[in-house]
């Protein structure tokens, strides 16, 4: 479930990582590394430097190596970051709420006896070298009017659907889309050609608020509209029953009475 602001989050954490020099590769989990790698590559990429910088876009998270090389952490729908043994985030909707470390896919230990993981119980994470970041599109903490437009317009696709795409906007998950949507007052289902100048004016409002305020509560699970995304859930606005149905594979949740 990670979406942008929990990665967003983990970036933060991984600023604690920083300058320390990485003595040992503990754990690489092969599920994890590309085709072309393998465990030891990474051990001769990393043990002996140390990361000088934490950077993200959208749900990857990118640490620059002392050596010249991008380390690129993707989280999948259950990973956590934890540096010396803490997340930013104890545990993830949807995932288990248990805190195992059997389940740390990738770990290295740092010279001073400190550590960094990525504890992932459903092993969907992925280490990657030097990432390519022209595949994603503008990061969810950047959208503008006229990056959204052009997304949009021209697009038979449903709006959920087309927000989701990573390559377009990157870091929007389902979470934080079905609660934009809800807030924004507009259907998921709808292709996304046909919303107007003031759909668009709205969406692109709630955009930029949803992400900032669920930010500050700690993550895309703490919306208005999460308690409420289960069988039988009830509008918090107007106390309709909501609608519940799949696009793009995912499950969605929308008001049948004010969203259209």
């Known amino acids: 479930m990670p979406e942008g602001i929990e990665v967003e989050l983990y970036r933060k954490t991984a600023l604690k990582a920083l ?3 990485i003595n040992i590769i503990n754990t690489v989990d092969s599920k994890y590394l590309p085709k072309v790698f393998n465990s030891l ?28 090389f991008h380390i690129g952490l993707r989280f999948g729908m259950t990973g956590r ?3 010396d043994g803490k997340s930013a985030i104890e545990t993830l909707e949807y995932s288990s709420s248990r805190n195992n470390p059997i389940w740390d896919r990738f770990s290295l230990e740092f010279q001073d006896g400190g550590s960094l993981s990525i504890r992932d119980p459903r092993r969907l994470g992925a280490v990657e070298i030097n990432p390519n970041l022209d595949a994603l599109g503008v ?8 990056a ?4 949009l317009t021209n697009s038979t696709q449903p709006v959920k659907a087309r927000l ?3 390559t377009k906007i990157s870091g929007l998950g389902n979470l934080l ?4 949507l809800w807030r924004s007052s507009i259907d998921p289902r709808r292709p996304s050609h ?21 930010t500050d509560r700690g993550g895309s699970h703490m919306g208005n509209l999460q308690s409420h995304r289960t069988i039988g859930g009830l509008c918090p606005k107007d106390g309709e029953l909501l609608d519940r149905y799949k696009i793009g594979g995912r499950t969605t949740y929308s008001c049948p009475k004010h969203q259209n």
């Open 148 to 151: 959204l437009t052009e997304i």
């Open 19 to 21: 300058n320390r020099r």
């Open 41 to 68: 590559d990474i051990k001769n990429l990393l043990e002996g430097n140390y990361f000088t910088e934490a950077k993200r876009k959208g749900k990857l998270l990118i640490l620059s190596l002392s050596n010249g």
């Open 139 to 146: 990061d969810l903490y950047e959208v503008t009017g006229t």
């Open 164 to 166: 989701m795409n990573q």
């Open 81 to 83: 970051l934890l540096v």
């Open 194 to 214: 046909s919303l107007s100048r003031n759909d668009k004016r709205r969406l692109l409002h709630h955009i930029k608020r949803t992400v900032y305020e669920l």
């Open 177 to 180: 889309s079905d609660e934009i």
